[in-house]
């Protein structure tokens, strides 16, 4: 599918959580496609989706952000791919395991860090 260097993906259910940051990440330079669920993102991936980060909220419908996270890791072909995890929940601790290695910002979210976060995660040359 695509391999852009510029490409997001944003995991989450709320629609004006989802817009707001596609509006801002776009105003950034970024493309981004949306997945209301990690089943949905999931789909996403395993097609043939590669986005240089996941910004990936834990609560959601159907397959939230915990279960995501484990089916990602486990999979070669995706647990490479840098993921930010968005959210206003403190996870339990018996999940920093699943969580290990992704970064974690709370909402609601300091555009600052988030940008500076993304571009740690996924530099893109000038």
Do not use: C, H, Y
């Amino acid at each position: 599918m695509s391999n852009d260097r510029r490409l997001l993906l944003v995991v989450e259910d709320d629609a004006d959580v989802a817009g707001t940051l596609t509006e801002f990440l776009e105003d950034e330079g970024f493309s981004v496609t949306v997945a209301q669920n990690g089943k949905q993102a999931l789909e996403q991936l395993r097609a043939g989706l590669r986005p240089v980060a996941i910004l990936l909220d834990l609560l959601m419908p159907e397959m939230d952000g915990w279960q995501f996270r484990q089916e990602q890791i486990s999979d070669p072909n995706l647990r490479g791919i840098g993921t930010i995890v968005l959210t206003a929940a403190a996870p339990p601790a018996e999940w920093m395991a699943v969580m290990a290695g992704a970064e974690m910002i709370r909402k609601p979210i300091d555009i600052d860090k988030l940008r500076s976060t993304i571009d740690r995660l996924a530099p893109i040359a000038a």
